[in-house]
């Protein structure tokens, strides 16, 4: 009988064998397996918290989109809707129902990444790069939550995977899906046109591929990405014909072309900040860094080449408008695709060469990964901060319990919200989903798609009584004195978490003709 060996007396030399051999077999497994597994793992992850994450503001509202499908809407194009329409369809109106296929999409970003980053250079800078981006906290995030970045980023990632293809086959069929990636991602958000111009500045920088610019007759793939393109926007062209271009009012705003551009250096510090803290502030130092060792000490390189010219165009274009009102963290996301690849290449071969940038690169990837870490439960530091982080994803449907508390008091005839954002969260947490019966004050600006709803001005009769709800703290919009004979304050509540407030909600009676005393 073989005596039993206690694993305790095992010799240290035989411990640190097997902890060898377990080491190698991990180094034989391919780059490509690995990224597979980070991959499927953060998908798996980013699916249960999904599940358990209130929406925030922007993610009801397009759930309210979804819920009115329509051709295009006032802020962006339609793909967020029809892929949260298409997401409910299939598994309901709750929180992993709306974000589902974003969650599906922010993986595709990322093999796409891996794919383009192989492609360029090889197998481990692809796998460093899908690291990089599974922990970059705007990525990271927007791996979780549905927004208008989370299929832009993935079109343009895509996009680019496919103008090299073109390059390489000269493939009708390839040439034809880059313009489906660019008309998809234009009408996920508008920033993506600028792929064609990234795309034209790299035909100009490449011999190679310049007869795509200079001789389209012989060499007509943009024209084949050009005619897709343009049926893409087809739909939203004809939406924003009907409505008197919205778009074109909300863009000219947006850029603060509407009040003349103007010189304003402390609105590009809050850019900068703000995009600091979007990508991590030593990456967003290690990204500038890398651009600039990218376009003095690598430029004649094809694949530096490709990714400056990714990168380059939308970062100094928000930058340009930047210098007059500030951009958003988020507005550069579709370039840094490129960006985040430009990085790993750019500082693996600094810190070949010193180990104190070695040591700056580890610090970098460090405090990202902390920061995304931190950014998935921030309840902890309300004690420390005073106010929860993410206060905006929270409360939520406290606030629905207590309005629907107060119409079963009152019985409201509808209700009006001071904000898109709480209207359209009561519409989804509010148990008569969804709620038909919810608007924000009038306005004679388009300011938002409740603009283009039907609104609350013919429900308004005699004996009418109506709630307005408000994050907007002891302000009441004037509107209200002129469509309502009384207004009275009806309830003022603050929702806590562990003590702390996430926000204070005011709920005011608004009365016609018959007034009733509370």
Not at 188 to 216: C, D, E, G, H
Not at 361 to 390: C, F, I, M, Q, R
């Amino acid at each position: 009988m073989q005596p039993i060996i206690d694993k305790k007396q095992e010799p240290a030399w035989r411990i640190r064998e097997s902890w060898r051999l377990f080491i190698a077999q991990l180094r034989e497994v391919s780059p490509a397996r690995w990224a597979v597994v980070l991959i499927v793992f953060n998908t798996l992850l980013s699916l249960w918290y999904a599940a358990h994450l209130q929406l925030v503001p922007d993610e009801a509202y397009y759930w309210l989109w979804s819920v009115h499908p329509d051709w295009s809407y006032r802020d962006k194009g339609p793909v967020v809707a029809w892929m949260i329409y298409a997401g409910t369809w299939l598994f309901g109106s709750g929180e992993l129902g709306v974000r589902w296929i974003g969650v599906l999409f922010g993986a595709g970003t990322s093999w796409q990444i891996f794919l383009l980053a192989r492609r360029l250079f090889d197998e481990r800078t692809a796998l460093w790069c899908v690291v990089l981006a599974l922990i970059t906290p705007l990525f990271a995030i927007g791996s979780i939550l549905i927004t208008i970045d989370t299929f832009s980023v993935f079109f343009w990632a895509w996009g680019c995977n496919l103008f090299l293809d073109g390059l390489a086959e000269n493939s009708r069929r390839d040439w034809l899906l880059l313009g489906l990636a660019v008309g998809l991602g234009f009408l996920s958000k508008f920033t993506n046109a600028m792929q064609f111009v990234s795309i034209a500045l790299f035909a100009l920088w490449y011999r190679p591929a310049r007869p795509l610019l200079t001789r389209p007759w012989k060499n007509p793939g943009l024209i084949y990405s050009g005619l897709v393109f343009l049926l893409c926007c087809l739909p939203l062209l004809y939406w924003d014909y009907v409505h008197h271009w919205p778009h074109y009012v909300a863009l000219h705003s947006r850029s603060g072309l509407d009040q003349g551009f103007q010189f304003r250096p402390g609105e590009l510090l809050k850019y900068l900040v703000d995009q600091g803290m979007a990508l991590s502030p030593l990456l967003f130092i290690g990204l500038l860094g890398a651009l600039a060792g990218g376009c003095w000490l690598n430029r004649q390189s094809y694949a530096i080449r490709f990714l400056l010219s990714m990168t380059l165009p939308l970062i100094v274009t928000v930058l340009f408008f930047s210098l007059s009102v500030a951009g958003k963290g988020n507005w550069i996301a579709p370039g840094l695709v490129t960006g985040l690849i430009l990085m790993v290449v750019i500082w693996r071969q600094w810190s070949s060469t010193s180990r104190w940038l070695r040591a700056a690169a580890l610090l970098g990837l460090s405090l990202a990964l902390a920061e995304t870490v931190v950014l998935h439960n921030t309840s902890w530091l309300s004690p420390v901060l005073k106010k929860d982080p993410l206060s905006r994803v929270k409360g939520w449907r406290e606030m629905s319990r207590e309005v629907l508390r107060q119409e079963l008091i009152l019985h409201p005839d509808f209700i009006i919200c001071n904000h898109y954002g709480v209207a359209s969260e009561l519409a989804f947490y509010l148990p008569e989903q969804p709620v038909k019966s919810i608007f924000t004050a009038t306005s004679a600006s388009m300011d938002n798609q409740f603009y283009f709803w039907p609104g609350y001005a013919e429900k308004i009769g005699y004996g009418t009584r109506a709630f307005y709800v408000t994050d907007d703290a002891d302000h009441v919009n004037p509107v209200f004195y002129r469509e309502f004979d009384k207004v009275s304050l009806a309830g003022d509540f603050t929702i806590k978490e562990r003590g702390f407030a996430v926000r204070r909600v005011q709920i005011y009676l608004l009365q016609k003709g018959k007034v009733n005393e509370l």
